[in-house]
């Protein structure tokens, strides 16, 4: 049993930062990749940014391309966003992701967060 918690998130004014953390536990937890998505109501889910298992290797979605810093403290079994320059566009539900298959994807995960949401207030 996996278990991925997320932190922070919360209202966040246009033009400013937003970290959001996770935390992977569970039983006899094997070593994984991490994820981070977004959603509003109405659309699909969004792939935002991908960081590997050693964290190496880091991919980032058009939408948050060089705003974005994806990192992970593999001590904690964490991992993090970092959005920068914010517009009302960000605002989503983010969500944490962590897939425990070999190599490092923008789409197939095996265990999912709950969710935190962010909105960007202009």
């Known amino acids: 049993q996996v278990q991925l918690v997320e932190s922070g998130g919360g209202l966040v004014q246009a033009g400013g930062s937003l970290e959001v953390s996770c935390v992977v536990s569970?039983?006899?937890?094997?070593?994984?990749?991490g994820g981070w998505f977004r959603q509003v109501p109405g659309k699909e889910r969004e792939f935002v940014a991908a960081?590997?298992?050693?964290?190496?290797?880091?991919y980032y979605g058009d939408s948050v391309e060089g705003r974005a810093t994806i990192s992970r403290d593999n001590t904690k079994n964490s991992v993090s966003l970092q959005l920068n320059s914010l517009t009302p566009e960000d605002t989503a539900v983010y969500y944490c992701?962590?897939?425990?298959?070999?190599?490092?994807?923008?789409?197939?995960?095996?265990?999912w967060g709950q969710g935190i949401q962010v909105t960007v207030s202009s």
């Open positions: 992701a962590a897939r425990t298959s070999v190599g490092i994807s923008k789409t197939e995960y095996d265990y």
């Open positions: 569970g039983q006899n937890l094997r070593t994984f990749s």
């Open positions: 960081i590997g298992r050693r964290g190496y290797i880091t």
